[in-house]
């Protein structure tokens, strides 16, 4: 056996080759085979336990639902050139995003009654417009309004989305269950 394996490497190898009649670049395509299938049972073991805890649901959920709004917020936006375009001069000035032109928007799909929120929280500081249709009594320009303002000031406190305008106490009263800092 060569000497370029590591001692116990080697002695695999070798032990491949006393069981099968092959060579020993031929033994290590079949350790390597064999180091895969093994992985990817434990790896496949691990992530069916993974997924079954409730705990990891809601994380997986969180994590797909941040990964849908920077989606958005990449059609929405675009920091500097296209393929098609000159450079942006604002952005060679400032390190700024600029709004994509008005050949591209975002849509916003409509929802049924359905889709509204039964249970679960709304996080106030990182909901995309989506999130926000969810909410009891919020169209498309409420979530709007919530988004400005939370773009002017973060909300500290869940009462402070009553700061804007068209949010009162009845309003705040159906949706606070489902909002969360």
């Known amino acids: ?10 002695k695999i190898l070798t032990a ?19 180091l895969g299938l093994t992985a990817g049972l434990v790896f496949k073991h691990l992530s069916a336990t993974f997924d079954t805890t409730p705990h990891n649901a809601a994380l997986r959920s969180e994590v797909l639902r941040l990964a849908d709004s920077l989606a958005n917020a990449e ?7 296209t393929p098609d375009a000159e450079p942006v001069l604002e952005l060679a000035t400032a390190d700024t ?7 591209f928007s975002v849509q916003v799909t409509p929802r049924t009654k359905s889709e509204k929120i039964t249970s679960g929280k709304i996080r106030l500081n990182s909901a995309t417009i989506q999130d926000l249709l969810r909410l009891p009594g919020v169209g498309e320009a409420t979530a709007k309004k919530i988004l400005e303002a939370r773009r002017e000031r973060a909300f500290k406190r869940i009462e402070d989305i009553m700061r804007v305008k068209g949010i009162g106490k009845k309003k705040f009263t159906a949706m606070q269950p489902f909002l969360a800092l």
Request: proline residues 9%; charged residues 15%.
């Open 1 to 10: 056996m060569s000497t370029r394996f590591p001692k116990p490497i080697a």
């Open 16 to 34: 491949i080759q006393a069981l099968l009649p092959i060579t020993q670049s031929e033994a290590v395509i079949v350790l390597v085979l064999l």
């Open 97 to 103: 995003l600029v709004q994509k032109p008005l050949r």
């Open 75 to 81: 059609r929405a936006t675009f920091v500097g050139t």
